[in-house]
C-alpha cells in the first residue's frame, strides 16, 4: 500500500511540475519566436524593395548584404528550434517509467533541470537574434528614405520556389558590385582599360554571375558587344586565337555602326597565370578594345588580384544559414515545412551533409520531391550517412570536396551491390550533346551499369546553362582495412 501510495504521489509531483514549469516557458518561447519571426518578415521586405532597384551606392549595398547574412541566420536559428525532433525527450520518459517509484519526484527534478536549462539558452539565443534585427532594421531606416530614389528594375513575378530554382540566389550584391564597375565610365583622358578580378573556389558561382551581369540589359546597352575566352594554360596557339577573336568582332562592330564602340572582354582562366602571359593578353586586349571598354577575369587563383585595376570580388560559398535556406525552398518547393516537421528536420540534417554543394543540393532535393514521404527520407538520411562514411573510410575527404576539385569520388546509391562506382564530374555548355542516362537512375539502382559510361548528373536551368556530366567506371569491392572514424 505505502508502494503504491509513493508511486501516485510521485507521478502526480512530477505531472504538476512539469505542466507549471512547460506552461511558462513554452509560452515565453512561443512570444520570442513569434517577435523573431516578425522582425524577419519586417527585414526580408527591406530586402526584396532594395532587391528591385538599380543601387550604385557601394556602402548601401555591404549594409543589405549584411542585413540579407543576418536574415539567413535568423530563419536557419527559428526553423532550429521549431523543427527539434521529440525521439529523445519520448526515449527519456520510457526510460523513466521503469525506475522505482521512489525515484520518480528526483528524476522529475533531473528532467526539469536539463529541460529549463536548454530552454533559457534557446531563450538567450533566440533574443539576441531578435534585438540584433530589431538593431539592424533601425540602421536601415535612412536606407529605406534613399531606396525610393534608386530607379526600379522591371522583374516577372514568380513564386519563391520559382525564384530559387531558376534564378541565381545569394549573389544580388555582388552582381550589382560587378554591374557598378562595368557602367562606371572613365574620364576620357583615361587610356588603360579597367580590370575586375573575381576569384573563388571551383563551383562556388563565379560563371553563373558573369552570365548574370552580361544578360542585364544595362550592361548589354552599354556596351557594343561581348567577348567570352576560357583559356586553359595560355599557349601561344590560345594567344592567336584571342587576337583574332578580338580583331574580328572590333571590326564588324566599327562597320555596322556609326555610335561609340566598346567591348566587354570576359576571360575565364581554368589554370594559372604568369606576369608574362597576362602582360601579353592585356596588351592585346588593349590594341583591339576600343576606349571605355572592359575586362572581367575569372579564376580560382588569387594571384590575377595584382593584375586588376578595380577593387577584387572574392566569392565565397554561402554561409551554413544562407543554404539552408536555398535547400529548404528548394526541396518543399510549394508546401509549407511547418506542415511537415518531421521531413523538415531530416532537410535540415541532408544539407549540412551536403557541405554547400549547388549541384549536390539540387540532385537531392529532386529526390526528396519526387518521393515525399518519411520512409524515403529516412532511408536517404540513413544511406547519405554511411557513404559519406565509407568515403571517409577510402579517401579521407567528403566526396563533395573532391567532385568540387575535379577529382575522383565514390557515387552514392541505393541498393547494395558487389561494386561499387567512381566517377568524375566535369561539365560541358549548353549547345554540347549529353549522355540520355541520368544519376538519378544509378542512384536508385534501376538501370544496369558495368565498366566505363557516362550520366547527366544535373542540367542547370539558370546561365549559363552548363551540364554536369559523370564519367564513371564499376570496380569490385574489395575487403578494406578498417580506418578510424571521421566525423560526417
Given at each position: 500500500m505505502d508502494i503504491l501510495l509513493s508511486s501516485v504521489l510521485g507521478d502526480l509531483t512530477s505531472r504538476s511540475i512539469n505542466f507549471f514549469t512547460s506552461k511558462v516557458s513554452n509560452r515565453t518561447l512561443?512570444?520570442?519566436?513569434?517577435?523573431?519571426h516578425k522582425v524577419l518578415l519586417?527585414?526580408?521586405?527591406?530586402?526584396?524593395?532594395?532587391?528591385?532597384?538599380?543601387?550604385?551606392?557601394?556602402?548601401?549595398i555591404i549594409q543589405l548584404g549584411m542585413l540579407r547574412d543576418a536574415v539567413h541566420r535568423g530563419y536557419y536559428m527559428l526553423d532550429t528550434y521549431i523543427y527539434q525532433p521529440n525521439n529523445e525527450e519520448e526515449a527519456k520518459d520510457q526510460v523513466m517509467r521503469q525506475y522505482s517509484s521512489s525515484l520518480s519526484i528526483v528524476n522529475s527534478v533531473k528532467r526539469l533541470c536539463l529541460s529549463s536549462r536548454g530552454d533559457c539558452l534557446a531563450l538567450k539565443e533566440l533574443q539576441e537574434m531578435v534585438d540584433n534585427l530589431s538593431s539592424m532594421i533601425v540602421d536601415a531606416n535612412e536606407l529605406v528614405l534613399f531606396l525610393t530614389s534608386y530607379p526600379r528594375l522591371y522583374r516577372q513575378p514568380y513564386s519563391?520556389?520559382?525564384?530559387?530554382?531558376?534564378?541565381?540566389?545569394?549573389r544580388q550584391m555582388e552582381a550589382q558590385q560587378v554591374i557598378n564597375f562595368l557602367l562606371h565610365q572613365q574620364p576620357n583622358s583615361v587610356e588603360e582599360l579597367d580590370v575586375m578580378p573575381i576569384v573563388g573556389a571551383g563551383h562556388v558561382g563565379k560563371s553563373t554571375l558573369v552570365a548574370h551581369v552580361c544578360k542585364d540589359e544595362r550592361v548589354r546597352a552599354h556596351f557594343s558587344g561581348i567577348l567570352y575566352f576560357d583559356i586553359?594554360?595560355?599557349?601561344?596557339?590560345?594567344?592567336?586565337?584571342?587576337?583574332?577573336?578580338?580583331?574580328?568582332?572590333?571590326r564588324n562592330l566599327v562597320s555596322e555602326s556609326n555610335l561609340e564602340v566598346r567591348l566587354l572582354i570576359v576571360i575565364e582562366l581554368i589554370g594559372d597565370i604568369n606576369e608574362d602571359s597576362w602582360s601579353r593578353l592585356y596588351s592585346t586586349s588593349k590594341e583591339y578594345a576600343p576606349k571605355g571598354s572592359k575586362i572581367i577575369v575569372t579564376s580560382r587563383f588569387e594571384n590575377i588580384v595584382k593584375y586588376g585595376t578595380a577593387q577584387t570580388l572574392t566569392m565565397k560559398h554561402l554561409s551554413h544559414e544562407a543554404f539552408w535556406y536555398f535547400f529548404k525552398t528548394l526541396t518543399f518547393g510549394s508546401m509549407d515545412p511547418k506542415m511537415h516537421p518531421r521531413l523538415t528536420h531530416m532537410a535540415m540534417e541532408i544539407a549540412r551533409m551536403v557541405r554547400r554543394s549547388y549541384i549536390g543540393a539540387n540532385i537531392l532535393a529532386c529526390l526528396l520531391r519526387d518521393n515525399f514521404n518519411v520512409h524515403f527520407w529516412c532511408k536517404i538520411l540513413a544511406v547519405l550517412r554511411g557513404y559519406i562514411r565509407n568515403h571517409f573510410s577510402r579517401y579521407d575527404e567528403h566526396p563533395c570536396d573532391r567532385l568540387n576539385q575535379n577529382r575522383p569520388a565514390l557515387i552514392m546509391r541505393l541498393t547494395t551491390s558487389s561494386q561499387e562506382i567512381v566517377g568524375h564530374r566535369y561539365q560541358r555548355f549548353s549547345e554540347e550533346e549529353v549522355p540520355t542516362m541520368k544519376l538519378q537512375d544509378v542512384i536508385y539502382g534501376s538501370v544496369k551499369v558495368d565498366g566505363k559510361f557516362e550520366v547527366l548528373a544535373w542540367r542547370s536551368p539558370i546561365p549559363p546553362y552548363y551540364s554536369y556530366v559523370h564519367t564513371c567506371e564499376t570496380r569490385e569491392i574489395k575487403a578494406r582495412s578498417a580506418k578510424r572514424k571521421r566525423p560526417i
Amino acid at each position: 500500500m505505502d508502494i503504491l501510495l509513493s508511486s501516485v504521489l510521485g507521478d502526480l509531483t512530477s505531472r504538476s511540475i512539469n505542466f507549471f514549469t512547460s506552461k511558462v516557458s513554452n509560452r515565453t518561447l512561443f512570444d520570442v519566436k513569434d517577435r523573431l519571426h516578425k522582425v524577419l518578415l519586417r527585414a526580408q521586405v527591406i530586402i526584396d524593395e532594395a532587391m528591385g532597384r538599380h543601387i550604385t551606392n557601394k556602402a548601401m549595398i555591404i549594409q543589405l548584404g549584411m542585413l540579407r547574412d543576418a536574415v539567413h541566420r535568423g530563419y536557419y536559428m527559428l526553423d532550429t528550434y521549431i523543427y527539434q525532433p521529440n525521439n529523445e525527450e519520448e526515449a527519456k520518459d520510457q526510460v523513466m517509467r521503469q525506475y522505482s517509484s521512489s525515484l520518480s519526484i528526483v528524476n522529475s527534478v533531473k528532467r526539469l533541470c536539463l529541460s529549463s536549462r536548454g530552454d533559457c539558452l534557446a531563450l538567450k539565443e533566440l533574443q539576441e537574434m531578435v534585438d540584433n534585427l530589431s538593431s539592424m532594421i533601425v540602421d536601415a531606416n535612412e536606407l529605406v528614405l534613399f531606396l525610393t530614389s534608386y530607379p526600379r528594375l522591371y522583374r516577372q513575378p514568380y513564386s519563391m520556389h520559382l525564384q530559387l530554382a531558376y534564378c541565381m540566389f545569394g549573389r544580388q550584391m555582388e552582381a550589382q558590385q560587378v554591374i557598378n564597375f562595368l557602367l562606371h565610365q572613365q574620364p576620357n583622358s583615361v587610356e588603360e582599360l579597367d580590370v575586375m578580378p573575381i576569384v573563388g573556389a571551383g563551383h562556388v558561382g563565379k560563371s553563373t554571375l558573369v552570365a548574370h551581369v552580361c544578360k542585364d540589359e544595362r550592361v548589354r546597352a552599354h556596351f557594343s558587344g561581348i567577348l567570352y575566352f576560357d583559356i586553359q594554360g595560355f599557349a601561344d596557339d590560345d594567344l592567336a586565337a584571342f587576337k583574332d577573336e578580338c580583331e574580328l568582332k572590333h571590326r564588324n562592330l566599327v562597320s555596322e555602326s556609326n555610335l561609340e564602340v566598346r567591348l566587354l572582354i570576359v576571360i575565364e582562366l581554368i589554370g594559372d597565370i604568369n606576369e608574362d602571359s597576362w602582360s601579353r593578353l592585356y596588351s592585346t586586349s588593349k590594341e583591339y578594345a576600343p576606349k571605355g571598354s572592359k575586362i572581367i577575369v575569372t579564376s580560382r587563383f588569387e594571384n590575377i588580384v595584382k593584375y586588376g585595376t578595380a577593387q577584387t570580388l572574392t566569392m565565397k560559398h554561402l554561409s551554413h544559414e544562407a543554404f539552408w535556406y536555398f535547400f529548404k525552398t528548394l526541396t518543399f518547393g510549394s508546401m509549407d515545412p511547418k506542415m511537415h516537421p518531421r521531413l523538415t528536420h531530416m532537410a535540415m540534417e541532408i544539407a549540412r551533409m551536403v557541405r554547400r554543394s549547388y549541384i549536390g543540393a539540387n540532385i537531392l532535393a529532386c529526390l526528396l520531391r519526387d518521393n515525399f514521404n518519411v520512409h524515403f527520407w529516412c532511408k536517404i538520411l540513413a544511406v547519405l550517412r554511411g557513404y559519406i562514411r565509407n568515403h571517409f573510410s577510402r579517401y579521407d575527404e567528403h566526396p563533395c570536396d573532391r567532385l568540387n576539385q575535379n577529382r575522383p569520388a565514390l557515387i552514392m546509391r541505393l541498393t547494395t551491390s558487389s561494386q561499387e562506382i567512381v566517377g568524375h564530374r566535369y561539365q560541358r555548355f549548353s549547345e554540347e550533346e549529353v549522355p540520355t542516362m541520368k544519376l538519378q537512375d544509378v542512384i536508385y539502382g534501376s538501370v544496369k551499369v558495368d565498366g566505363k559510361f557516362e550520366v547527366l548528373a544535373w542540367r542547370s536551368p539558370i546561365p549559363p546553362y552548363y551540364s554536369y556530366v559523370h564519367t564513371c567506371e564499376t570496380r569490385e569491392i574489395k575487403a578494406r582495412s578498417a580506418k578510424r572514424k571521421r566525423p560526417i
